[in-house]
């Protein structure tokens, strides 16, 4: 239990802003197998921009609450995966082979394909969980963070990574088995709580909108990069929440 314990701590260190108290629990075995735990952590951020989202709405208008739903969860995760969507498109569409690209991902600085890249992204999310009933957003929002983690696990374990080193290395060296069926055991445990909260066909669509985002940005950036990188699997977290609610709108139109 303290082994899984220092796990969980680590992956929270590492997708979060949270201060953790860690000294004495790392490992480069424990930061290997804390992808287990991303679905898990997507599950709390989404709950956290959740209690946000329904505690501004009894002060706010449902739009005013949905914005500061959306900024906590960018301010819990540091804009985490934001800021790996935002490299994405500046390799992809700055650089004209794969070392260009990146070499340009790396670069900390915002450039065009980046910028408007992360406010198309940003508007896709307001817009579609604005499309949502107010009582759906709370599900939406728990369910969408939590599913999308999982999709980013799953592209560490069906593709290779495309750098010789850098932060996502020492995970994508060692992604085991046991971690993979956690992380898909607690996903798929997340989303099957949702249909209790909304039609199953519902969760059925918002799971072919993840699906069709983890597919699309994997195929903008695997041929060019020859495999992904840490800000390929924020590019691919987006999409995928993005797609979800997308998803969810379809259902209803």
Same mark, same amino acid.
Request: hydrophobic share 50%; no cysteine; glycine share 14%.
């Given at each position: 239990m303290k082994r899984e314990a220092a796990i969980f701590l680590l992956a929270l260190q590492f997708l979060t802003r949270i201060p953790v108290p860690t000294a004495g629990l790392f490992s480069a075995e424990r930061l290997n197998a804390s992808t287990r735990y991303y679905p898990l952590i997507g599950f709390l951020v989404g709950a956290a921009s959740a209690g946000v989202y329904w505690a501004s709405a009894f002060v706010f208008p449902i739009l005013i609450a949905l914005a500061? #739903? @959306?900024? *906590? =969860?960018?301010?819990?995760? $540091?804009?985490?995966?934001?800021?790996?969507? %935002?490299?994405?498109?500046? =390799?992809?569409? $700055? $650089?004209?082979?794969?070392?260009?690209?990146? *070499? @340009?991902?790396?670069?900390?600085?915002? $450039? /065009?394909?980046? /910028?408007? %890249?992360? @406010?198309? *992204?940003? #508007?896709?999310?307001?817009?579609?969980? #604005? %499309?949502?009933p107010s009582a759906w957003i709370v599900t939406a929002l728990v369910t969408g963070h939590g599913a999308s983690r999982l999709s980013s696990v799953m592209v560490i374990a069906t593709s290779a990574y495309a750098r010789a080193d850098g932060k996502a290395k020492p995970v994508a060296d060692s992604l085991s088995g046991s971690s993979l069926i956690i992380a898909s055991v607690t996903g798929l445990a997340g989303i099957a709580v949702a249909t209790y909260f909304l039609p199953l066909a519902a969760i059925g669509f918002a799971l072919v909108g993840l699906i069709v985002g983890h597919i699309g940005m994997r195929l903008l950036f695997e041929r060019k990069l020859g495999g992904y990188t840490g800000d390929t699997l924020g590019a691919v977290q987006q999409a995928s929440e993005i797609g979800l609610y997308l998803g969810l709108v379809a259902w209803l139109s």
């Open positions: 500061l #739903a @959306i900024a *906590a =969860g960018l301010l819990l995760t $540091g804009a985490f995966h934001e800021d790996g969507l %935002a490299d994405t498109f500046d =390799g992809i569409g $700055g $650089g004209h082979d794969r070392d260009q690209s990146l *070499a @340009i991902m790396k670069d900390s600085r915002l $450039g /065009t394909y980046g /910028t408007l %890249a992360l @406010i198309t *992204a940003l #508007a896709f999310k307001f817009l579609s969980l #604005a %499309a949502l």
